[in-house]
């Protein structure tokens, strides 16, 4: 632990209503030096079908942020002093050209890899998370561990558009930078447009659950705390793991922007 990184502003001493609003009441920075983790946001959603105004996902989880405090009341890990944390900003994008806007996310995520830091970032629409993936592995593919009610697997929306906010992870399977073995999905639910919708991300190697389900067994008991699922899939033991953790996970009723409710 060092006492030399950054902390948030202390609640007790700023009220959260006051000051700059950034990630976690953590400082501003210009860049990701020194940084362990770098805090950004991806302010787009230029793959949205349905509902726009996930653009302004960044600006409002910073001021939702505010209600952190620095230490976990359970395991009372304080996480700042585990970890260099600040805010870097947000990303340069293009609100009316999709190409464009997808080559300058993933620019701009590449920027914080080369420094050395993990980028955590908060967009956006699902769309954004194709070129994140792009930037941090192009050495080599990742694993997911993905909370959502819809896969993003389908491939192609309005006849033969393939970039859209439902199909980024085929996209990223396609392209070598998803391990399908090394995919959990979990909290899928909702109507779909066809029986067999989630075939192909399965038939990849997806780990695959419905909402249903882990609301009946919980997550431990589903994902890795036995010894037999240990046994039959090793492979999601490995440590690169990208987590993707959209609203509608976990639900989304008092989302009142989001794209696409599911009670």
């Given amino acids: 632990m060092s ?19 950034t990630f976690m009441r953590l400082p501003a920075v210009a860049s990701a030096e020194g940084l362990d ?14 509902r726009a105004g996930a653009r302004h996902g960044p600006r409002e989880i910073r001021n939702q942020s505010s209600l952190m405090r620095r230490a976990h009341h359970v395991s009372g890990i304080e996480p700042f002093s585990i970890a260099n944390v600040a805010d870097v900003g947000d990303l340069s994008v293009n609100p009316i050209n999709l190409m464009d806007g997808l ?27 194709l070129p994140v993936l792009r930037a941090v592995a192009k050495d080599r593919p990742v694993g997911m561990i993905h909370f959502d009610a819809h896969s993003d697997t389908n491939d192609r929306y309005f006849g033969d558009n393939p970039y859209t906010h439902g199909t980024p992870f085929r996209r990223a399977i396609e392209e070598g930078l998803l391990d399908p073995r090394r995919v959990v999905q979990i909290g899928i639910r909702g109507s779909i447009y066809e029986p067999g919708e989630h075939d192909w991300a399965v038939a990849q190697g997806y780990s695959h659950h419905l909402h249903g389900g882990v609301r009946q067994a919980g997550c431990c008991q589903r994902h890795g705390r036995s010894a037999r699922h240990r046994r039959n899939r090793p492979d999601l033991c490995d440590l690169r793991h990208r987590l993707h953790r959209p609203v509608d996970g976990a639900g989304n009723r008092n989302a009142r922007a989001w794209r696409l409710h599911h009670p």
């Fill in 37 to 50: 983790i770098a805090m950004v946001g991806i302010p787009w959603d230029g793959g949205t079908t349905n």
């Fill in 3 to 21: 006492s030399n990184f950054f902390q948030p502003v202390d609640a007790s001493a700023v009220p959260r209503f006051a000051g700059l609003s």
């Fill in 103 to 129: 080559k300058r996310i993933e620019d701009g995520i590449s920027a914080i890899v080369a420094a050395g830091a993990i980028p955590l970032s908060a967009g956006g629409d699902h769309l954004t998370t």
